[in-house]
Nanobody, 118 residues
């Protein structure tokens, strides 16, 4: 599985951005896709997940502001980020997880930087 992320940039607080993550390769094996973010010196944290069945999960810090969605025809997952805050500034990483009954494997795209100015 290969992941190509895009869409980061600089935005003012209160603004919006949309991140995209295009998957290629063994796409049918992917069970869950998601976005994580990381600030220098801190651990990578989960932002949002979407399962192959369309179920979603959001971190409390982004609930109600961010929306994760997928376009199966384009093999792409999106993260719509609204009402952005300076604390949303981070490198955002796309993730795909394949799972079996006994193990799982994670794939990562390159990070895309989101900077929110106050």
């Amino acid at each position: 599985v290969q992941l190509q992320a895009s869409g980061g940039g600089l935005v003012q607080a209160g603004g919006s951005l949309r991140l995209s993550c295009a998957a290629s390769g063994s796409i049918s094996s992917i069970n869950v896709m998601g976005w994580y973010r990381q600030v220098p010196g801190k651990q990578r944290e989960l932002v949002a997940l979407i399962s192959s069945g369309g179920s979603t999960y959001y971190a409390d810090s982004v609930q109600g502001r961010f929306t994760i969605s997928r376009d199966n025809a384009k093999n792409t997952v999106y993260l719509q980020m609204n009402s952005l805050k300076p604390e949303d500034t981070a490198v955002y990483h796309c993730n795909a997880r394949t799972m079996t009954t006994i193990t799982h494997r994670d794939y990562w795209g390159q990070g895309t930087l989101v900077t929110v100015s106050s």
